[in-house]
C-alpha cells in the first residue's frame, strides 16, 4: 500500500480516465515522478519548467497544502493521502 493519489477531472484524459492512483513514494517530488514515468505528460500539467508546482495547482497531503509543508520534499508514507486541485477561476 503506497500513497493514494486523487487525480482532478481535467487531468484523468492523462491517466487514461483512472480517478485515483496508488504509488510508492517516500516524498510528493518523488510521487509527481513515479506518475510521469506511468503517465507520461501529467508533470507538465502539475510543473513549471524549473520543476515547481504551476501556480494555479494546489497538492494536499492529508488535507494540508503542502506549500504550508515542505512543498515537494514532503515526506509520504503509506496510506497518506494526495489530493491534487487545480485552481478554480471565474467571474
Known amino acids: 500500500m503506497g500513497v493514494n493519489v486523487r487525480i482532478p477531472g481535467p487531468l484523468r484524459k492523462v491517466t487514461n480516465g483512472e480517478p485515483q492512483v496508488n504509488i510508492d513514494a517516500s516524498n510528493v517530488q518523488e510521487t ?44 509520504t508514507k503509506a496510506g497518506d493521502e494526495l489530493s491534487i486541485v487545480p485552481a478554480v477561476a471565474g467571474g
Open 32 to 75: 509527481i515522478d513515479l506518475l510521469e514515468s506511468r503517465f507520461p505528460g501529467i508533470k507538465e500539467r502539475l510543473c513549471d519548467e524549473s520543476g515547481d508546482l504551476r501556480y494555479f495547482v494546489n497538492v494536499y497531503l492529508n488535507g494540508e497544502d503542502v506549500r504550508f509543508l515542505q512543498g515537494l520534499q514532503t515526506a
